[in-house]
């Protein structure tokens, strides 16, 4: 009975340890090929990263964001660059940009070049040129699916054409097409924008990378229905953002997008310092007292210029207005600082609730610029305040299951649960937003949440609806983190979160910039704005409703009418202490650019009840209307430019080229933004499995 137990034991341990030999094999193999994969993965980067990689025939060859294009025959070919020329006229409060896109054909195909460029969230794009040698086509402003069948049937004509079309508010597509061997073309596009003023601190913003997007959702079938509207990044269309493909330009960690830019500054005041933070600029003074700044250097396209100028002391203008008379109908620009407000007294206790972005694309600088952020917001707390940490990336995480009171010990206990933040996986923006905001209170003071991230994300409306919806009496701050956030997003959100928005764009600001923040977040706004007239006059007000605004934000209102009234009331509160102050619409200004903001305003807000009103068809026309009366690019419209002179012989093939952006300075390309997993887990998993496989060959000699 004990000999046929033994051997029942030997047989039974003999098969474990068959199993484990066989496992052990599995794991040196399945070892083997993953250290291969990213060894060969890393071979396939550095090969792209010099520009060595001339073919390849899946997308999946390479790393994320990489540059490429589709060839004829199916495969993928490395991209040419584009060169941009940025000029800015700054009049006032008002400014003026040109940018010049160059597209340059190498090659010894005729080429469509397919480039997605960011541009102020703001901007009022209103005119397209098309430069081909001497001649200069004017572009023109259609409903956008007949922009495109125009663009189409030119570029199948063999005819140079142009289209620019907007996908986001802040990102848009120029397309290019039948650019000759060894030809240039250049594209021109205009656009307007008000310049951001915050006390006596006046600052103008030119995006020019766009962080790669977080694209969630399930795939689209690619039906021929579908394939017809797809566009040419490297993420495919999913059921929560349709376009994705429009929005995720393939990316270039090299110099190439190379941009000069020139600002001639007319500020209307005498001038203490302008500044540009993030790129290195020349100044001069000219004869009549107004400054040109330009890039010290050609610069490539990886990180946002901002210029800041700060008026003298006693110098800022309390308030401006422009105006234009066009059709018969009169339009006004009006900007009012209120009044200083007192701060709140101290023994008013907050709940702040801090949200921070730890996915893939905050990965770089960003994540460090974040983290040290909200170590100044949690050295800022007082006592009587209440507090909680939310971090998201794939997942959502918070640092207590509510908030809890800014105890020594409590924030301590903060202190090190940031400073082991790491940033990696997708960015599920969704399920943190709303923890943060329907959290319940601890506090009957104010509760505010503090929003730090890059915004990369494509589902930008979905998260606008959570955040009207979950609200309250929450408040929401975003900043911006990063070399090329979101601005979009950032701004919108804010909006939506009756909060403000600032941005961090170097470790250095991080002090500075959320100094500003919390005097924001400390005093009181001034709320429920509304603008009265006498008698039975009619405004059409741009936004219809006015949003809350924090120390030093000025109010700042598009009107429009037949005949404007000579004074307005403006009437809010201070906390509980009625406000209310009487603006003449005497004099001003004229600009021919006020209508054209008008619009934009307009659009801005009817966007948003297109959006809530389930794309009701009623608005996009109204959208429309707008946009073609005042020859704007908007969601719904898109300027093309078509020379009538076919030049592409009809037996030449024309190939498709997605231009690629520069990847964000600060950024790492590693990072995929939709992929959760990364390739340093990938080796550590081959790793373990590899040692497990030596541990068990060990025992199974030993014991042999």
Known sequence: ???????????????????????????????????????????????????????????????????????ADGHYLTSTGVDTDVDIEVTGLLARVTVSQSFLNPTSQWQEGIYVFPLPETAAVDHLRMKVGERIIEGEIKPKQEARKIYQQAKSAGKRASLIEQQRPNMFTSSVANIAPGDKITVVIEYQQTVTQNQNAFSLRFPMAITPRYIPGKAITNTAEVRDFNGN???????????????????????????????????????????????????????????????????????????????????????ALFKQRLNGQDYALLMLNPPSQHALQKTIARELIFVIDTSGSMDGTSIKQARQALQYGLDQLRPQDSFNIIRFSDDTESLFQQARLATQKNIDIAHDFVDWLRADGGTEMAPALKLALSGKSTTQGLRQIVFLTDGSVGNEDELFSLIEQHLGASRLFTVGIGSAPNSHFMNRAAQYGRGSHSYIGEQAEVRQKMQALFSKLAHPVLTDIQINLAGDQFLEQWPQTIPDLYQGEPLMLALKSEALPETITISGHFGLTPWQTTVTLKGGKQSEAVSVLWARRKIAGLMDDYRLENQDETIKQEIVDVALEHHLVSQFTSLVAVDKTPVRPNEQTLNSEAIASNLPAGSTLGQFPQTATSATFQLLLGILLLLSALLVNLVQRRRA
């Open 233 to 319: 990044g490297w993420a495919v269309n999913t059921d929560q953002v349709p376009d994705a493909s429009h929005i995720t330009p393939p990316v270039t960690v090299t110099d190439k997008n190379p941009i000069t830019l020139k600002v001639h500054l007319a500020a209307g005041f005498p001038l203490a310092t302008v500044e540009s933070a993030y790129h290195d600029v020349k100044q001069a003074i000219l004869d009549n007292g107004d400054r040109l700044i330009t890039l010290a250097n050609t610069v490539p396209a990886d990180r946002d210029f901002e210029l800041v100028w700060q008026a003298k002391a006693s110098q800022s203008p309390q308030a």
């Open 1 to 71: 009975m004990s000999r046929s137990t033994h051997n029942t034991g030997d047989s039974i341990l003999n098969s474990l340890v068959n199993c484990l030999a066989y496992g052990a094999g599995a794991g040196i193999v399945i070892s083997f090929a993953l250290i291969c994969l990213v060894l060969l993965t890393g071979t396939a980067h550095a090969a792209v990263d010099e520009d060595k990689l001339a073919r390849v025939e899946r997308l999946s060859d390479l790393d994320s964001g990489q540059l490429v294009f589709r060839a």
